[in-house]
């Protein structure tokens, strides 16, 4: 039975997301699928670390799409996601303005008519001309379309989330001053969030949902040979076994794959060819980012090498 153009459009995505340097499972490449399809953002969770960043990255270079990324943070408002207003340049024409004033009113007659002039220059300071776009709005206003990257959207305020309904929803944008600004072509949207708080039902009911976890022992080899190419075989298979062992342990931080990719590209700089208690222990800082983690693995070591 031949496949359905869906799976191989899934097969596509994957091999695609490859390409790009990114070991992206069924999973994740069927919800980037039904995403474009639905025209649907994503909003991925899970621990960090686990690439949800980067499969907007991939995403983008698979598409041949701009990346826009909006980093969030508590406080984040308006006018640094949306779109501000180019206040020095207003300043500057009003400069302009007041020293052609005389001409501009001359031969007005009362009061009424000098502000009727008036008013027709200042709907002038808010235009497009004088508008800053900010992440969301760049990401609405590509012709060609874009990747926008709203990251780490649970360390913004609940108001923020409301502010992103509107563009989630309808992939438009409304100023009082302008009107209301569609989309020239929709962008792909994932959102990532790293559950450091719960996210609005209104949120996540726009959103098609994905979860990443750690990877498989199989899948995170992978990765290391992706993304560390050099490395021997056997020492990839070693370091990925000890780092899902280490993982298991009651620790304040797990190790991330970004930090089995920090291992891996430091033990090629000290042409390790296979672990040793001594390595283990003099690069465990690598992949372990508190004190205290490492002085509960050390004693480990041993027994998780035998293992």
């Known amino acids: 039975m031949q496949d359905s ?13 490859a390409d790009a340097g990114y070991i992206a499972s069924e999973a994740i490449a069927t919800t980037v699928f039904l995403a474009q399809q639905l025209q649907r953002p994503i909003l991925v969770e899970g621990p960090p670390g686990v690439g949800k960043t980067e499969l ?19 406080g984040l408002d308006e006018s640094k996601a949306l779109y501000d207003w180019k206040y020095s340049k207003q300043l500057l024409y009003s400069q302009v303005l007041k020293e052609q004033l005389h001409d501009i009113l001359q031969g007005a ?51 923020f989330e409301s502010l992103l309904l509107e563009i989630l929803s309808d992939f438009q944008v409304s100023i009082p001053e ?11 949207v994932v959102l990532t969030s ?10 996540k009911r726009r959103c098609l ?20 190419p050099d490395i021997p075989e056997s020492l990839s298979e070693q370091l990925v076994a000890f780092i899902q062992q280490v993982r298991e342990l009651d620790l304040k931080k797990a190790p991330a794959v970004s930090e089995t990719l920090d291992w891996a590209r430091a033990l090629l700089l000290l042409h390790a060819t296979s672990l040793s208690q001594e390595l283990v222990q003099s690069t465990l800082n690598v992949i372990l980012k508190f004190e205290e983690d490492i002085q509960l693995v050390t004693p480990e070591i041993r027994e998780l090498l035998k293992r």
């Open 5 to 17: 153009p869906a799976s191989q459009a899934v097969k596509a995505l994957i091999e695609g997301f």
């Open 56 to 74: 907007a990255k991939a995403t983008a270079t698979f598409s041949m799409l701009p990346l826009v990324r909006l980093q969030c943070y508590e």
């Open 109 to 159: 007659k009362g009061l009424a008519e000098s502000v009727e002039r008036l008013k027709s220059f200042g709907d002038i300071f808010y235009s497009d001309e004088f508008l800053e776009p900010r992440p969301l709005l760049k990401a609405l206003r590509q012709k060609e379309g874009a990747v926008l990257l709203i990251d780490e959207i649970d360390k913004a305020d609940y108001e």
């Open 178 to 188: 302008i009107g209301t600004i569609q989309a020239t072509t929709k962008p792909i």
């Open 194 to 203: 790293n559950n450091t708080r719960d996210l609005s039902d209104a949120l």
């Open 209 to 228: 949902h994905l979860y990443i976890d750690f990877p498989s022992r199989a899948l995170e080899t992978r990765i290391v040979q992706t993304r560390v």
